[in-house]
C-alpha cells in the first residue's frame, strides 16, 4: 500500500469509527434535557456526549447502560446539572456501564444520590462535582459520588459537598483510587466500605461529621474489606454537627471525628495530616462498638492489621461527641486522646500473652506527640489504658493499587 493510500485509509476509519460512536455535543435550551437522555440512549461504545456550559435544568433522573462512553462538560463549575426541580428518579445519574468516565462538570441537589454507578469495571470519575446547595440537612441526598460493586475505580481532583450519608463513597468494590479531591460538610467525608485493595491519598476531608472511614459491615453481598491506603491526606476540623438518616449506620458517626477504621483488616494510615477533630483524630474499633447485632455468620467484626504511621496529628478532642466518649469523658478527662482504640480482639486469634500474632497486630507509631487510649470498650472501661509501648511495632506496608485504566503521566500509586 502507498503512503498516499495509507494515509485515506487512516482518515476513512477515523471518520467510520467517529460515524460508529456517534458522538453528541449538545447545545443549551429549553429541549437539553430531552435530548440529553436521548444521546444516553442511542450512545455507542466508544461515545463521547459534549455538553454545554450553563446550569442545565433537569427535572427527572437521567441513566446510561452503553459501555466504553464518556459523559464530558465544559468545567467542574461551568457545565452545571440542576436537579432542583426533580420530579422523578432515584439518583440524578444513574450508570451500569463498564468502561465508563465523567468529567468536568457538577451535578446539585438532586433528590437522591448524584452519581450512581453500579456494577462497572472500568470507571472514571475526573473534576466532577457534586453538591446540595442548601447546606447540612436530613433531607439530601444521600451520596454524591457513589461507585458501588464496580472495579478498577479511579476518582479524582472531585468534590462533594451536603451528602446526609457519605460524599465520596466507594463500596463492595475492588481496585481503587481516590485521589486529588475535596470532601466537605457530608456527614462521612471520603468512605471505602467493605472493599479491597483501595489508595485514598491526596485529599482533603474538613468540616465533615467524620473526614475518612473505613468500614467493613455485616448482612452485604461482598464480604470482607481490607488492604487500604489512607496517605497524605488532610483531614481537619470534622465537626459539622451528624445529620444522617435516624437508623442508619453514619448517623453512629460521632461529630468530630477524623478517621475510623471500622473492623478492616489491612489498613495502612500514614503520613497524613490530621488535626482538631473535636472527638478523635483516629479511631480503631471494632463492630461491636456500633452497638448493632450481628446477625451475619460469616462476618468478622474485628479490625486486625492496622498500621497508624507517621501522622502529623494534633489539636482535637476537646469537644467529644457520641454514646462513648459521653461515658468515657468524665472517666479521662479533656481533651480526649488523639488516637483511641477499643481494645476488642477476637479471642480466639490471641497469644499467651493476650496479643495478637505479629502480622495482625494494631500498631501505631511514629505520630509525634499525638497520645494514645484503650478504652477497653468490652469490659465498659476496667482496664482504660494510655500505655502506647503494646502497640509501638510495625507491619510490612502495604502495595500500591495500580489501575490498568490510569492516564499516562498520572501515577496511580503513592509511597511509604
Partial sequence: MTKTAAALFAASLTLCLSCARKDSSL?????????????????????VIELPEGRLDMDRALSLSVDNVT?????IDRTILSFKNQKTGPAGLQVT?????????????????????????GVTVRRVRTEWTGGPSVNNGSYGIYPVQCKNVLIEESASIGAADAGIYVGQSSNIIVRRSRAEANVAGIEIENSQFADVYDNKATHNTGGI?????????????????????????NNT???GAKGSMVA???????????????????????????????????YFTTGNPINDASYDPFPEAIYVHDNAISGGGTNPSG???????????KPMPAILFDGIMNPKKLTGARWLPDDLRICIQNNGDANFMNYDAGNHFKHVSRDLKPYNCSLTPLSAVNLPAVAAGAPAGGGN
Avoid at 213 to 237: M, S
Wanted: no cysteine.
Fill in 241 to 243: 454537627q451528624n445529620f
Fill in 27 to 47: 447545545a443549551a435550551g429549553p429541549d437539553f434535557q430531552k435530548k440529553f437522555q436521548e444521546a444516553l440512549i442511542t450512545a455507542k461504545p466508544g461515545a
Fill in 252 to 286: 453512629k458517626v460521632p461529630t468530630g471525628t477524623g478517621v475510623i477504621v471500622l473492623a478492616t483488616n489491612h489498613v495502612e494510615v500514614f503520613k497524613n495530616t490530621i488535626k482538631d477533630n473535636n472527638t478523635a483524630n483516629v479511631s480503631v474499633i471494632s
Fill in 71 to 75: 459523559i464530558r462538560g465544559r468545567g
Fill in 213 to 237: 472511614l473505613v468500614f467493613n459491615l455485616p448482612d452485604l453481598p461482598v464480604k470482607g474489606g481490607g488492604n487500604t491506603r489512607v496517605f497524605n491526606n488532610e483531614i481537619a476540623e
Fill in 97 to 121: 456501564s463498564n468502561g465508563f468516565t465523567i468529567e468536568d462538570l457538577a451535578i446539585e441537589d438532586t433528590k437522591g444520590d448524584a452519581l450512581k454507578i453500579n456494577g462497572a469495571n
Fill in 323 to 333: 454514646e462513648y466518649a459521653d461515658q468515657l469523658a468524665p472517666v479521662v478527662g
